[in-house]
């Protein structure tokens, strides 16, 4: 695991930039109805744990649907203007789904991002993509996350930035851990998605909690419910995704960031 040394100087001022997953699908927000918490809500209000008296400002620009060039172009710019001492930017996983995608173009534009972001001094979390191997249409692709994710290695290898390794994250495989769309983490899956990133960036006592420890073990299923279950996803998920793409649409479309500005978290 990628680490930086968060010893140096506590952060301030945290800005989280992606798509779906750091927007926090499929984790409601019990304080907001309609909205979600998410990983990286979660890990802000550990990073305001971790800052003992001094506050911690924290915005969230990541809106569902949108694909890497768009968060850099859209999310980017605003980011920087809030002069942030900490970004993390994980996006590339709704590119890496459709036909004809390029792993190593991606990695480009991601590591031209990344630079702009570390030359104002700002740290940098990224995020390897999940292993698909479990899923039967998405393990199509699986070849094209590994590339992407050893170019993402080499990105903070060479930027001095931290990685969240979802690809190695054995929890994550268990399917409790995701919403019944299979593309988004449950309320757990968040929960602990947010430790692994603060374990990441060295916070204290992260490394150390109950994230890693498996789920109890569960019967499996009938073969009758999980075909019945495969369908029920492909008519609910699948299909949508595939019609919206041909419209040229997004889920994302007409929607704004949940948090734009960096506000103060409370302490505790």
Do not use: C
Not at 138 to 154: C, E, H, P, Y
Not at 218 to 247: I, K, M
């Amino acid at each position: 695991m990628q680490q930086i040394d968060s010893s140096r100087s506590p952060w301030k001022r945290y800005i989280a930039l992606g798509d779906s997953f750091t927007e926090g699908l499929s984790d409601p927000d019990p304080e907001r109805p309609g909205e979600f918490r998410g990983w990286a809500d979660r890990l802000a209000e550990h990073l305001a744990a971790a800052a003992g008296d001094g506050d911690v400002e924290y915005a969230n620009l990541a809106i569902r649907g949108r694909l890497l060039p768009q968060v850099v172009a859209e999310q980017v710019p605003v980011a920087l203007a809030a002069e942030p001492d900490l970004v993390s930017l994980v996006a590339g996983g709704n590119d890496l789904m459709r036909p004809g995608a390029d792993p190593d173009q991606l990695a480009a534009t991601l590591e031209a991002a990344v630079v702009r972001i570390r030359a104002t001094g700002a740290d940098v979390l990224l995020a390897t993509g999940v292993d698909t191997k479990q899923t039967p249409i998405l393990r199509r692709i699986r070849g094209k996350i590994a590339v992407f994710n050893s170019d993402v290695w080499s990105i903070a290898a060479r930027t001095g930035s931290a990685v969240l390794d979802q690809w190695g994250a054995g929890w994550v495989q268990d399917w409790r851990m995701w919403d019944t769309d299979r593309i988004h983490l449950t309320d757990e899956g968040h929960r602990r998605m947010a430790l692994a990133a603060a374990a990441a960036l060295g916070l204290p006592g992260a490394d150390g909690d109950d994230w890693r420890t498996p789920l109890p073990p569960q019967s499996p299923r009938p073969f009758r419910t999980a075909v019945s279950e495969e369908a029920a996803w492909v008519r609910g998920f699948v299909a949508p995704w595939v019609r919206r793409r041909l419209r040229g649409r997004s889920s994302g479309d007409g929607r704004m960031p949940k948090r734009p500005v960096p506000l103060v978290l409370p302490r505790g």
